[in-house]
């Protein structure tokens, strides 16, 4: 059971999207796992065939439980989806599976073997979508019958009717909210910083993209915000990363959490990856993608697990400045406020421009008020050239 | 394209927005942003949703006539009806 975010406790296997014997390949959508947050698509980091499936749809384990079981190509299988420890020694003798926690006589069942069944029960199965190896036979000789077929199918299926409820699962997302937000407050000395960021370049900049553009392709002032501070990072980089055990880790990578309030009630803030390496239209895109499935409740484990730095922009609900929470164990949060016209004085004059309030909430036990500073100057510098965004 | 035909296109465009909405109780003249606390991030949603379903572009300039559903509607009758 992965960790989708330092929040959680606990998932429950809503369903399996591979079985036995399948391949699988980085990145592929193996499951799908019941928090708090929602149903999340969990996706699989090692590349092997599934050998079995320790974890039945319906049952709730703790993180760091294994699910499955997958065996590379080259290594003994290993518990997958999991930081577990891995086989050492098997992966010294990589054709010695008996190093293996799975050496064959442990595993009853022989996954390859086909499994005594008759014709009615897995016409049946197969109509009504059983993986026949899952099923547990009370036949002669525990072969699987057509009644069976049907038990393991009302079973199947009574996790997903009986998962939390709406109301269930509105506590539960509550729950894990202040319990993050409590840890950080609790063990986070956030220091802040914000300024005044004249938005009109930006804001030009957008209005003559866009006028270009159709609706598909438009592009929102969120993203180049996003943007802004995916390469404001490369300036002070220890903005990116995660305060664990008692040292800050730095990250090359950044993964912008973007914070998207539930209109249930709640927020979730998934990643957009590698924001700095992306262009304003593919952040953009994903940026929509990703409110989209949060909205329907699908979002992917990487998404939920792995930010390095979150983004808030509380503009749509009008409030002028942000005072953020930093996501633990991450080290910094940026914040925006409402885009609107104000008086601004430039030039010796005092003109109407569009500018936004961004502020940092970041962890003093990583970068001082100084840094906090200049980050937030490099924010504004860049988006002062937005079309080097 | 219908009146009611378009309504139903820009109700089922927005149930997939707003999943948790009522759409049963949507009031046409109102902002869906009131309504429905909807962002700036799900209305492009739902006009890149109208534009996929129906094929008409919405130049930006016109995003904010598809603020409620009457305006909404009557927008998408008039840009439809010159190339029928």
Redesign the interface.
Known sequence: MPSLGADMEAGTLVEWRVRPGDAVKRGDIVALVETEKGVIEVEIFDEGVVEKILIQPGEKVPVGTPLALVRGATEAAEPALAEEEKPAEAAKEPFAPAASPIEPAAIPPVPSKRPHISPAARRRAEVIGVDVFLVEGTGADGSITLADVERAASKAVEPVKSAATAADRQAGLRRAIAAAMARSKKEIPHYYVGTEIDMSRAMAFL?AE??K????N?L?Y?ALLIRAVALAIRDVPEMNGFWIDGAFKPVEAVHVGVAISL??GGLVAPAIHDVNKKNLDEIMRE??DL??RA??GMLRSSEMSDPTITVTNLG?QGVETVFGVIYPPQVALVGFGKLTERAWAAEGMVVARPAISASLAADHRVSDGHRGGRFIAAVDRLLQEPEKL | MTKDEIQEVVLRVLGRIAPEADLKTIDPRTSFRDQLDIDSVDFLNFAIGLNKELGVDIPDADLPKLASLAGCVSYLLSRMKPQG
């Open positions: 209005a866009n006028a553009r159709p609706v598909t438009r929102l969120s209109r249930q940026m929509l409110v989209n909205r329907t749509d």
